[in-house]
Structure formats: structure tokens, C-alpha cells
């Protein structure tokens, strides 16, 4: 058994997309669909893999453009959270907002994931859902135990946190999220996030300065 994750990062904001394949079963699924669905596909095909499921973080546009050209080339199901699905559908309003054009409708989602811990299995792969408002209603990180990684989306970056000002942001909430969800993870546990580079928990706990700020105004 092997579990390979290729990286993509693509579209406007520079967003990551990542690639987590099975080398027995020869399948894949995406996390964070965010642009180029056929270059998506292509690397995947170049790694020997087949994608047969599609998850998203959350319902920001940079992390859900390709969503629904992605499930028609694959014919991959597509999964987000319940409370994301408002924002999902709003896509082509948010393209209007951000760039002043519409995008293209999201796909319509095959399951709607809920607050409580689920698991997500494809052939080797199982994912861990953890529920990381703050950022955006109903973000999500996945949790891939075995390896002892989490596809934190925009929830931790390497010295950062998601940003708050966009309409469902929560400070407080998502700073209860990192901290109730992501740090208790443990230091070895590497963080694949949305944007920018690979980090660790340890590395965070230790030197992030929005954790370290937050931790003092909370003894």
C-alpha cells in the first residue's frame, strides 16, 4: 500500500489543489477542486490514477472553480459541508464580486457533510473530517491519520491564519477551531494548507504569532 499526494496550485489567489492518490487501486481523489479542471485530470493520469472523488473545504470560489467541469470529466462524485452549500451556490456572484464577471455554476453536490466527525474512504485512503469554521460557514480539514497529515484548507497557514473579513468570517470561531481541532493533532503532524507552504502543528504551536497572541489573551 501507497498513498502518493501531488500538488497543484492554480488559479488567481495561487490556491493549492491537492491530489491524493491509492498505487494499488490506481484511485484518486481531489481535495479542493480551484481551477483547470483538465490539467487536474491530467495529473492524475500521469500518475497512473483514476480520480472517483472530488471534496472541498469550503465554498470560496478559489477553492471550488473547477468544481463542476471536474465531476463532468470524471463523472466523480462531489462532496462538501451541509453549511457550505449556501456560498456554494452563490459562485457565480462571488466571480462578479472578486474579478467583475460571473463564474460558472458549482457542481451540485453528491453529499452534504455534517458537523459530526465523518469518514471519507477511497481504496487505502481515509480521510478524517474536521469541522474549522471561522474562515467561512462549514470549512472542513481532512485528516489523513495514517500519514499523519491535515489538508487544513484555509483554516492554518505557515505563520498565519484565514482571513475573517469575508462575509461568514468569525475570528473567535476559527481561532476555537485551530485550537480545539487542528492543535490537539499533535507536533509531528503536517499541515498541507490552502495556500503558501507545508508546515507542521509544532511549528505553529511554537512560532505562529496570531496562535501565540491568541494563547496569552486567553490565560
Known sequence: MAIEIRRLTLGIVATHCYIVGD?????????????NAPL?????????????LILATHAHFDHVLASRELKDLTGAPFYIHAEAAAMLA???????????????????????LTTEPET??????TLETLYTPGHAPGHLAFYL???????????????????????????????RSI???????????RVLPGHMDT?????????????????????
Not at 23 to 35: F, G, K, M, R
Request: net charge negative; with cysteine.
Open 40 to 52: 487536474i485530470e491530467q495529473t492524475a493520469q500521469e500518475a497512473g490514477w483514476t480520480i472517483k
Open 90 to 112: 452563490t459562485l457565480p456572484q462571488q466571480g462578479v464580486l472578486f474579478t467583475g464577471h460571473p463564474f460558472p455554476a458549482a457542481a451540485v453536490p453528491d453529499r452534504l
Open 179 to 189: 485550537f480545539e481541532k487542528l492543535l490537539p493533532l499533535g507536533d509531528n503532524v
Open 199 to 219: 508546515t507542521t502543528i509544532g511549528h505553529e504551536r511554537a512560532s505562529n504569532p496570531f496562535l501565540l497572541d491568541y494563547a496569552n489573551e486567553r490565560r
Open 145 to 175: 491519520r495514517t500519514a499523519g497529515i491535515v489538508f487544513s484548507g484555509d483554516c492554518l497557514f505557515t505563520g498565519s491564519i484565514g482571513r475573517t473579513d469575508l462575509p461568514g468570517g468569525d475570528y473567535e470561531l476559527l481561532m
Open 120 to 125: 471519507v474512504t477511497l481504496g487505502a485512503i
Open 23 to 35: 498505487s494499488d487501486t490506481h484511485e484518486a481523489l481531489v481535495i479542493d477542486p480551484v481551477d
